[in-house]
């Protein structure tokens, strides 16, 4: 065959499509297997994921520090303000680690290990409250009080047998481990930071390689910049905002003397990340959680101000941060949510809602394409 009239471009979809035809047959031939290789991929390149999520965190201030080293006087400074001002990232970075680890972790240790063994003692609480309702005449039919002795007796005795131990244990294991990898992502954005010039001349080589017409490169490019701008709103300006969440709801819970307000505090910005149902879920488990340990009436103060900042930062302090909305439907969210949790945990709930808002965005304009190539 005459290699001048090989046109890469037209036949690398249909081999693309080959390789997935057979991988999904192969998939579907070994789920188990799969969902193994799958997990174990993920574990591998976990490092890689979370500097990718710190670089797009990090990326604006680097920016910022960057371009006011740039400014300065001395020419050492301004020829060398990208390493230097990545520099300046990571001694800051560092300050803020050891901040967590002196501070902040051993408070939120505390508050897990008390919550955990004072649990069996808000049970019997609630189930003694319950009572009352189980012995109105109205429920004389139902044996409601048997009924709850027999759940207080199951949730008692799971909490407290070894099972929950070795699962107290293994969770701890699994934090540490996470803690490691989190560390190793932060080194990895900094030299993301330091190279990203390096990167994009990289990925530009490689679009032209495989794209030969400059209609499917233009095409490409466009695609992974509404990727890169789905991300970049998603990680950092959510990431500034929850971490405005964290300390705000903090703040409000610690002024009411609500316990373990460190721990509720930091979930209340942890959930922020999920769009629409984030806050809301929050919202209740702490107020569960606080009625379970400080009774109705400190719930029902610290509910007034907690929603408040919530309508606050949904309506003035978020959009503001964000500058766009993700543009996704609650139905996706959930089914984003609730898929990724059940395959990747609470990693899978945070990151379903960018990679779904991707691939719709993605979906939508290339069935509204009026371009033949495209359309057929």
Sequence with gaps: MDRRKFDRAKWLPFFIMAVLLVAIYKALDDLAGVSVVVKRFFWVISPLMYGILFAYFLYTPQLLLEKLFRKLRPKFIAKRARGISVITIFLLLVLVIVFLIIVVVPILFQSIIDLASNIPTYVQNVVDYLYGFANSPLLAGF????????VSNRMVSRFVSDEAIEQLTTNVISFISGFTKAILGIV??????????KIFAFFRNLNEKLFKKEKNRDMTVKYLRQVNK????FIASKGVDSIINWVAVTSILLIFQVPYAFLLGLIGGLFNFIPYL???VAVIFITLITIITGGLNQALQMLIPLFIFQQLDGNFIEPRIMNTSLKI???????????????FGIIGMFLAVPITTIAKEIFVEYVSSKDPELSD
């Design 143 to 150: 044996d409601l009080a048997g009924t709850l002795d027999d």
């Design 188 to 197: 990895i954005s900094l030299y993301m930071l330091l190279e990203r010039d």
């Design 230 to 233: 789905v991300l970049f709103t």
């Design 278 to 280: 984030g806050s809301l």
């Design 329 to 343: 439907s609650p139905i996706l969210v959930i089914l984003a949510v609730t898929v990724g949790g059940a395959y």
